[in-house]
């Protein structure tokens, strides 16, 4: 709230301010009367310079209180009269001896009164006009800034609407890709059966009790992959000895690839089944992060040494840690996609 005053003294005595009502004490806006004699509507006010209170308080002067109103600019108008008002009224006029005066410059004083007026009301009017287009220019901006709020909001709403359509699509995508990859596999495997023979090597096959060796027409070393694995009942040993084994078309499919981490990772499912995975690491125990988490089993330690060995004939360069690190990010990976999943079946 701003108040309009006249001081009663000081230096500033006769003079207009506009000043905030919490500077005049003991003022109570509801009580105020701005058509009230002078005795009601005068007051101590404080002249306050600057942040800091000086240590003797702020000096206090009279004044009286002319106007009231929540905004400032309201009150610079009613300054600018209530200037104008005093000026004229406590200015004497000049009254000039009628024996020195002649009738030219009777005639002026009128025109340069009116000059003078003209003169105050073209500035009061360029302070109305200076209010207004203020006022318009906050009225535009919030216009301008409710508008960009509503298109942000419309944003959001589709990519929401978006990003909800994608995950529905998802599952779906990977299905196709699944039954794709399947076929093609399908089709090398059983279209170039003669050229996985001449890569391979005829491996030895397991029947029963009894070892039927089959003879190789090439050597172990000469070949870029593993060596020659055995045969049984449509399975291939991963490596000689290991008596681990898995279909011919996951081991046609793992010797395919180029990288270490990603013949690690394919071996990986083709000799653990998903459950075993999930519910176990590479050595057992908990997460060293979450020592409170729930304790892992262990792999078979049988079926980790085949998958060390078998990477190791493929990529001589690589190193065990590298291999154990690539199972353990393949077991994670299949426990976040498990987390996901019911996280997408349950009920929101």
């Known amino acids: 709230m701003y108040l309009l005053v006249k001081w009663s003294s000081g230096s500033d005595k006769y003079k207009i301010s506009i000043i905030p009502a ?12 701005e ?18 209170t000086p240590r003797g308080g702020w000096p206090v002067y009279d004044c009286e209180v002319l106007k009231m109103s929540a905004k400032e600019s309201d009150l610079k108008i009613n300054e600018v009269d209530q200037t104008e008002n005093k000026t004229a009224a406590s200015k004497r006029l000049i009254m000039r001896n009628k024996r020195y005066m ?52 419309k944003l959001e709403e589709e990519n929401n609407s978006l ?8 599952p779906a995508i990977l299905q196709k890709l699944e039954v794709l990859e399947q076929k093609t596999c399908e089709r090398i495997i059983y279209s170039s059966d003669s050229d996985l023979q001449s890569r391979y090597g005829t ?26 694995p055995m045969k049984a009942a449509g399975k291939v040993e991963i490596h000689p000895g290991s008596k681990v084994f898995v ?24 000799v653990f089944d998903v459950e075993t995975l999930v519910r176990s690491n590479l050595r057992g125990g908990r997460n060293k992060r979450q020592q409170d988490g729930e304790r892992k089993d262990a792999l078979d330690s049988t079926k980790d040494h085949a998958i060390y060995a078998a990477t190791l004939a493929k990529f001589p360069t690589a ?30």
């Open 35 to 52: 058509n009230g004699d002078i005795d009601s509507r005068s007051y101590v006010a404080e002249w306050r310079s600057g942040k800091k």
């Open 22 to 33: 919490v500077w005049v004490r003991n003022f109570d806006e509801d009580t105020f009367e």
């Open 247 to 270: 279909e011919e078309l996951a081991w046609a499919l793992t010797n395919k690839a180029t990288s270490c981490s990603s013949f690690v990772r394919s071996l990986t499912l083709a």
């Open 319 to 348: 190193t065990k840690s590298q291999i154990g690190s690539t199972i353990n990010g393949k077991i994670a990976e299949l426990r976040h996609n498990l987390r996901k999943q019911n996280s997408d079946k349950s009920p929101d």
């Open 102 to 153: 002649d009738d030219s410059s009777s005639d002026s004083e009128p025109i340069q009164q009116n000059k003078k007026m003209s003169a105050k009301q073209d500035r009061c009017d360029n302070i109305l006009k200076k209010l207004k287009a203020a006022h318009e220019e906050v009225d535009s901006e919030a216009d301008q800034l409710m508008a960009l709020k509503n298109k942000v909001e």
């Open 163 to 170: 990003k909800h359509k994608v995950v529905q699509a998802i």
């Open 203 to 228: 491996p030895t096959r397991s029947t029963g009790n009894s070892t039927e060796a089959l003879a190789s027409s090439k050597s172990v070393l000469s070949a870029p992959v593993s060596p020659p």
